[in-house]
Nanobody, 115 residues
Framework: QVQLVESGGGLVQPGGSLRVSCAAS????????MGWYRQGPGKQREWVAT???????TVAYSVKGRFTISRDNAENTVYLQMNSLKPEDTAVYYC?????????WGQGIQVTVSS
């Protein structure tokens, strides 16, 4: 009932910045929170950030001070602003929408941090 489309990924140099976006459509009134997971090569999936429908944000310790999550006025698009990027941030970033009993996932978008 919820579709998520990610955009904004790509290649960036270490220390650079990148913003990825996630647009939700469908039964968006059912969404409790949205956020991001990531999975780097050879790594487990890890949670990155979450924003609730009330606008409360939380980020993982590993990206604290570098990443920020935000939402648009319609609360149907979330953004992940990534600053001071490190090679360790290289991963496929997956947007999710929490509907309580269900979680919807985007297809994932590649972020590569390399010189």
């Amino acid at each position: 009932q919820v579709q998520l489309v990610e955009s904004g990924g790509g290649l960036v140099q270490p220390g650079g910045s990148l913003r990825v976006s996630c647009a939700a459509s469908g039964s968006i009134f059912r969404i409790n929170a949205m956020g991001w997971y990531r999975q780097g090569p050879g790594k487990q999936r890890e949670w990155v950030a979450t924003v609730t429908t009330d606008g409360r944000t939380t980020v993982a310790y590993s990206v604290k001070g570098r990443f920020t999550i935000s939402r648009d006025n319609a609360e149907n698009t979330v953004y992940l602003q990534m600053n001071s990027l490190k090679p360790e941030d290289t991963a496929v970033y997956y947007c999710y929408a929490d509907r309580g009993t269900l979680v919807d996932w985007g297809q994932g978008i590649q972020v590569t941090v390399s010189s």
